[in-house]
């Protein structure tokens, strides 16, 4: 099959598109997914750029986490899903304590059967391939935090693939009384779309300093020191880059434990529309210009989610 890979750490430079690598074997519990479109995040790059060496699998690696395809073949074990079923979901159940060596920039990748969920109907394969970490991500992190009806939330950089979903979440899943987020001047009206009620303009104030305090500070860019500030008494701070920048009290990091049931439990909100995805105006890029797409997402210039799209 067709895949991307690279064979040694360093820049976007060192990922080849190979022609020849094998179509994976999947486990009893897993299906063979064809992968119609796959997502960037940015763990793929740091994760590429030799951050993770702990925990990689000997080289060469075949990145990528989000999929969105069709069920060709499924293991004996396997319980719910069937050929020809349509997918989605992030490959990785523990991205940073065992990351996969087969990922998504493939034409097909194996996948644990836990870990997928049936695609909405009413998204097409690029608008699903865009949901499954950073959704999940913003998710656990509003469950971890026990957020719950009637709080307010602060969410920074809330233009991201992450923080776009936590302002989402939080008001039309878990029903905060007042979402506030971060971004540059330019997004601004995108934070209020997505449904923040307070949109900051970080080129122009500091969060920390202003007068509100928050029952939830949601740190999705790496400002623990300044999110902490902006905590109520009684409140807390979620962090998702913890493991770079650790978060003073009364915050606290997590890695995502990625999971098929919690895209099966956020479905409806999806199908209904009131959560959706934000793509970056130059999604999709096409299979041959992964190394393009990802020049662009490490500029930190996109606008929500990079979808790789069609893959062969």
């Given at each position: 099959?067709?895949?991307?890979?690279?064979?040694?750490?360093?820049?976007?430079?060192?990922?080849?598109?190979?022609?020849?690598?094998?179509?994976?074997?999947?486990?009893?519990?897993?299906?063979?997914?064809?992968?119609?479109?796959?997502?960037?995040?940015?763990?793929?790059?740091?994760?590429?750029?030799?951050?993770?060496?702990?925990?990689?699998?000997?080289?060469?690696?075949?990145?990528?986490?989000?999929?969105?395809?069709?069920?060709?073949?499924?293991?004996?074990?396997?319980?719910?899903?069937?050929?020809?079923?349509?997918?989605?979901?992030?490959?990785?159940?523990?991205?940073?304590?065992?990351?996969?060596?087969?990922?998504?920039?493939?034409?097909?990748?194996?996948?644990?059967?836990?870990?997928?969920?049936?695609?909405?109907?009413?998204?097409?394969?690029?608008?699903?391939?865009?949901?499954?970490?950073?959704?999940?991500?913003?998710?656990?992190?509003?469950?971890?935090?026990?957020?719950?009806?009637?709080?307010?939330?602060?969410?920074?950089?809330?233009?991201?693939?992450?923080?776009?979903?936590?302002?989402?979440?939080?008001?039309?899943?878990?029903?905060?009384?007042?979402?506030?987020?971060?971004?540059?001047?330019?997004?601004?009206?995108?934070?209020?779309?997505?449904?923040?009620?307070?949109?900051?303009?970080?080129?122009?104030?500091?969060f920390e300093d202003l007068p509100d305090k928050y029952d939830v500070v949601y740190?999705?860019?790496?400002?623990?020191?300044?999110?902490?500030?902006?905590?109520?008494?009684?409140?807390?701070?979620?962090?998702?880059?913890?493991?770079?920048?650790?978060?003073?009290?009364?915050?606290?990091?997590?890695?995502?434990?990625?999971?098929?049931?919690?895209?099966?439990?956020?479905?409806?909100?999806?199908?209904?529309?009131?959560?959706?995805?934000?793509?970056?105006?130059?999604?999709?890029?096409?299979?041959?210009?992964?190394?393009?797409?990802?020049?662009?997402?490490?500029?930190?210039?996109?606008?929500?989610?990079?979808?790789?799209?069609?893959?062969?």
């Open positions: 099959m067709k895949a991307w890979k690279y064979d040694e750490y360093g820049s976007v430079d060192v990922l080849k598109l190979s022609t020849d690598m094998a179509v994976p074997e999947i486990n009893d519990d897993q299906v063979l997914v064809k992968v119609v479109a796959a997502a960037l995040n940015p763990v793929d790059y740091r994760r590429r750029l030799g951050q993770m060496k702990a925990a990689d699998p000997p080289l060469p690696v075949i990145p990528g986490l989000d999929v969105a395809g069709i069920v060709v073949k499924v293991g004996s074990e396997v319980k719910a899903l069937k050929e020809g079923d349509e997918v989605y979901g992030d490959v990785n159940e523990k991205a940073l304590d065992k990351p996969t060596k087969f990922g998504t920039l493939a034409e097909y990748v194996a996948v644990d059967e836990k870990l997928l969920a049936l695609k909405p109907k009413n998204l097409d394969f690029i608008e699903a391939a865009a949901l499954p970490l950073a959704i999940e991500t913003a998710y656990e992190g509003l469950e971890r935090a026990n957020f719950t009806k009637g709080q307010s939330i602060l969410v920074l950089n809330g233009a991201g693939g992450v923080g776009s979903f936590v302002i989402q979440l939080a008001k039309h899943v878990f029903g905060a009384s007042k979402v506030a987020a971060t971004s540059s001047t330019k997004k601004l009206e995108l934070l209020k779309s997505l449904g923040a009620d307070v949109a900051i303009d970080y080129t122009k104030e500091k740190d999705a860019i790496g400002q623990p020191e300044e999110a902490v500030k902006a905590v109520k008494e009684g409140g807390c701070a979620v962090s998702i880059t913890d493991f770079e920048k650790p978060i003073p009290p009364p915050g606290f990091g997590f890695v995502l434990t990625s999971s098929g049931s919690m895209l099966t439990k956020l479905s409806p909100y999806l199908e209904s529309g009131k959560v959706k995805p934000l793509l970056d105006p130059k999604t999709p890029f096409p299979f041959e210009k992964v190394n393009e797409a990802f020049s662009y997402l490490e500029s930190h210039r996109a606008t929500g989610k990079i979808v790789i799209y069609p893959i062969p």
